[in-house]
């Protein structure tokens, strides 16, 4: 697909969004579950935050999408992602996982792993350390923020292949790819990285996408570069961080399908 090709698929898919309101079931962690319903509230689909055992199958299985983040792990929530993620699974829900802070402790990075085995993951969201370590190669993670410089596409490929999925890396370039196909997004602002919870948000915007759009790829660069030109529109409107914050809410939530297509900047990259 041509760049402007690929523009209209991703306003098509905002349109679709807001026309089915898919319900995003996400199994997150606590310091960024009211920034990521906010943020699928605004993009146009509905968010849900299940975490107990006892209901997270049901909830899995009627969803459009689930989210799988390990921001504020505990053992017992890894077991609620994995029953979450095989009954997602079984409906032929798409399933996106955040390994936020893999390779910080051995915990993050076991709970990860075992994800990744048990579950069949459509698509993967980190930052570069989080998928340079997921991929079998060096990488260093400082809570959850990656430190050093990293050959992205290659560790985002190994990645894919491993795992059998889509993996999206973010940063001021995003680079989505499954292996064979890759695209780089180039839209966003240099204020997305001073907020809590943008990593996260862009997440729930895969999930979002991928609820509506079957290819996985296109629907996670089509979700970054939305998530991506509502960054720049609050951008310009912010003064800092903190109006920056609430400004990238009403930025999504104005969104439209045409300012969408005029602004997208995706294009195909090497593999």
Same mark, same amino acid.
């Given at each position: 697909?041509?760049?402007?090709? #690929?523009? +209209?698929?991703?306003?098509?898919?905002?349109?679709? #969004?807001?026309?089915?309101?898919?319900?995003?079931?996400?199994?997150?962690?606590?310091?960024?579950?009211?920034?990521?319903?906010?943020?699928?509230?605004?993009?146009? %689909?509905?968010?849900?935050?299940?975490?107990?055992?006892?209901?997270?199958?049901?909830? =899995?299985?009627?969803?459009?999408?689930?989210?799988?983040?390990?921001?504020?792990?505990?053992?017992?929530?890894?077991?609620?992602?994995?029953? =979450?993620? +095989? *009954?997602?699974?079984?409906?032929?829900?798409?399933?996106?996982?955040?390994?936020?802070?893999?390779?910080? !402790?051995?915990?993050? !990075?076991?709970?990860?792993?075992?994800?990744? *085995?048990?579950?069949?993951?459509?698509?993967?969201?980190?930052?570069?350390?989080?998928?340079?370590?997921?991929?079998?190669?060096?990488?260093?993670?400082?809570?959850?923020?990656?430190?050093? /410089?990293?050959?992205?596409?290659?560790?985002?490929?190994?990645?894919?292949?491993?795992?059998?999925?889509?993996?999206?890396? !973010?940063?001021?370039?995003?680079?989505?790819?499954?292996?064979?196909?890759?695209?780089?997004?180039?839209?966003?602002?240099?204020?997305? =990285?001073?907020? /809590?919870?943008?990593?996260?948000?862009?997440?729930?915007? #895969?999930?979002?996408?991928? =609820?509506?759009?079957?290819?996985?790829?296109?629907?996670?660069?089509? *979700?970054?570069?939305?998530?991506?030109?509502?960054?720049?529109?609050?951008?310009?409107?912010?003064?800092?961080?903190?109006?920056?914050?609430?400004?990238?809410?009403?930025?999504?939530?104005?969104? /439209? *399908?045409?300012?969408?297509?005029?602004?997208?900047?995706?294009?195909? %990259?090497?593999?």
């Amino acid at each position: 697909m041509s760049p402007t090709e #690929i523009a +209209r698929s991703t306003a098509k898919d905002l349109a679709a #969004i807001r026309s089915s309101k898919p319900l995003i079931h996400n199994i997150t962690n606590y310091v960024v579950m009211n920034e990521t319903a906010n943020a699928i509230l605004c993009l146009g %689909a509905l968010p849900v935050m299940a975490h107990a055992a006892e209901e997270v199958e049901e909830m =899995a299985s009627i969803a459009g999408a689930v989210v799988l983040n390990i921001g504020t792990l505990t053992p017992d929530l890894v077991d609620s992602m994995v029953l =979450a993620g +095989r *009954a997602a699974n079984a409906a032929g829900v798409p399933v996106v996982l955040d390994p936020v802070g893999a390779g910080a !402790t051995r915990l993050r !990075t076991e709970a990860c792993e075992r994800l990744i *085995a048990e579950v069949d993951i459509a698509v993967i969201r980190g930052n570069a350390g989080e998928i340079a370590i997921l991929s079998g190669g060096d990488g260093e993670v400082r809570g959850v923020e990656s430190i050093g /410089t990293y050959d992205v596409p290659r560790a985002a490929a190994a990645l894919a292949d491993k795992a059998a999925c889509v993996v999206a890396v !973010t940063g001021a370039v995003d680079h989505v790819t499954d292996g064979r196909r890759a695209l780089s997004v180039f839209n966003g602002h240099p204020l997305m =990285a001073t907020i /809590t919870g943008s990593g996260c948000m862009s997440t729930t915007m #895969i999930a979002s996408f991928a =609820a509506v759009q079957p290819d996985a790829l296109l629907a996670s660069a089509e *979700a970054l570069a939305a998530f991506g030109i509502a960054g720049e529109d609050a951008a310009g409107r912010a003064s800092g961080p903190g109006s920056f914050h609430a400004g990238l809410y009403d930025a999504l939530a104005a969104l /439209t *399908a045409e300012s969408v297509a005029g602004k997208a900047r995706i294009t195909e %990259a090497s593999a």
